[in-house]
T-cell receptor, first 115, second 107 residues
Framework: GAGVSQSPRYKVAKRGQDVALRCDPISGHVSLFWYQQALGQGPEFLTYFQNEAQLDKSGLPSDRFFAERPEGSVSTLKIQRTQQEDSAVYLC?????????????FGPGTRLTVT | GIQVEQSPPDLILQEGANSTLRCNFSDSVNNLQWFHQNPWGQLINLFYIPSGTKQNGRLSATTVATERYSLLYISSSQTTDSGVYFCAGTGFQKLVFGTGTRLLVSP
């Protein structure tokens, strides 16, 4: 079956612009995660949804970052007034259940460059 | 929170050689995964292995949960094995990643 998909794959934004990144999880997966990966680093957690409920947003770096999953499927990560330090790869992952520590599957990522 | 350490940070191998990558974690985990990040940035699932031993072709992994470490074995390495290998663990939901092992396999 289809894996996790993300769009766009690449995004260049001028500093101060707003961007929206989309994630389509594996069909039927209840849990959805966003991670940020800076160059040369491992991915770092941003936020977690269980169906449409955002249960953990402790990793969002500032109030310029906002995520939603209104119907419990597709999710959007929005970054307002982008800054150069927001340049990174944004990864989405999904997991089948809601239990502790289920296997997560990752999308190809969106590479954001802020100029 | 959980901390994950990986070693070695860098590894250069001749094609055909074997290697062992190690992952130590600071607390008990409910999930332990190994990934291969290819040159295009895609994270490919290798193993979901909270405990025990699994094998998939030339790759195998062992997690000793009581001692808080996991090992990834690569046998008869190929140039296509090059890339970054990450382990990641979680106590509840979010994965905490190590800093990765950068592997280069030369022909």
């Amino acid at each position: 079956g289809a894996g996790v998909s993300q769009s766009p794959r690449y995004k260049v934004a001028k500093r101060g612009q707003d961007v929206a990144l989309r994630c389509d999880p594996i069909s039927g997966h209840v849990s959805l995660f966003w991670y940020q990966q800076a160059l040369g680093q491992g991915p770092e957690f941003l936020t977690y949804f269980q169906n449409e409920a955002q249960l953990d947003k402790s990793g969002l770096p500032s109030d310029r970052f906002f995520a939603e999953r209104p119907e419990g499927s597709v999710s959007t990560l929005k970054i307002q007034r982008t800054q150069q330090e927001d340049s990174a790869v944004y990864l989405c992952a999904s997991s089948l259940g809601t239990g502790q520590g289920g296997e997560q599957y990752f999308g190809p990522g969106t590479r954001l460059t802020v100029t | 929170g959980i901390q994950v350490e990986q070693s070695p940070p860098d590894l250069i191998l001749q094609e055909g050689a074997n290697s062992t990558l190690r992952c130590n974690f600071s607390d008990s985990v409910n999930n332990l995964q190994w990934f291969h990040q290819n040159p295009w940035g895609q994270l490919i699932n290798l193993f979901y292995i909270p405990s025990g031993t699994k094998q998939n072709g030339r790759l195998s992994a062992t997690t000793v949960a009581t001692e808080r470490y996991s090992l990834l074995y690569i046998s008869s390495s190929q140039t296509t094995d090059s890339g970054v290998y990450f382990c990641a663990g979680t106590g509840f939901q979010k994965l905490v990643f190590g800093t990765g092992t950068r592997l280069l396999v030369s022909p």
